[in-house]
């Protein structure tokens, strides 16, 4: 993390904190999509329902990488590319993205859901955690960096 | 929840859906307050350590009563005076904002932290959040509308 950050901080709050580097719709769209999908490149995460700006998706990348929370790396197959991965702070994440979920399903039925993806984490939250970041760990394979 | 809000959203993913309703700094901060320090008047909430304006702070809460994440009422004390207290649904929110404190003890130590509070979170996840309910519903008292 680049500790500078931290001297931006509008308080030393713990919740302020996640705030400060999550708090933003782009920011948490494009840690879903690496997190619920598997997204690692430039060009995947552009592709999001919601549609990022080209600017504004770079932006996000910068941050979440001066954070920690993801590494920039060459993609192995096309060294012209680049591809992001988590890094353990940002796999760290998981257990909130799953409360989101759960979250959203249990207050409004007018959300897209796999059905019963919603009820079996809410029934395991640890399982479904540990799940979605064997997952992950598969689809970054050895080209973590 | 006021149901014209939905057709707004910019697409139908449930992580979406939360974020259109939370993904924003001074929203979850005002959250925070009313759910870690039970604050229920737009006073105590606009003494927030950040800094909040005052428009920004009416709109936040006009914006989690549409939600239907809040309700406001008469403080019985005050007739003058708006109170505002959370519903089942704000209430609900209560795991996340757990996972929020936990993942930031996690990942630095330049946050102000009661000793032993994030891990006693850490470890009992479910106790956390059965106490800080029974600790709102205490102090909403019978007042909540």
Known sequence: MDESLLKQRRSTCPI??????MGDKWT???VRDMIFHAKRSYSELQAMPEGIATNILSERLARLE???LLTKGRDPQDGRRSIYALTEAGMQLIPLLVEMM???HGHTDA???TTGLAATMAADREGATRELRARLERAHGTSQT
């Open 102 to 104: 759960i979250w959203s």
């Open 111 to 113: 959300v897209d859901m």
């Open 28 to 30: 948490m769209l494009v």
């Open 16 to 21: 302020n904190h996640i705030i400060e580097i």
């Open 66 to 68: 001066r954070w920690g």
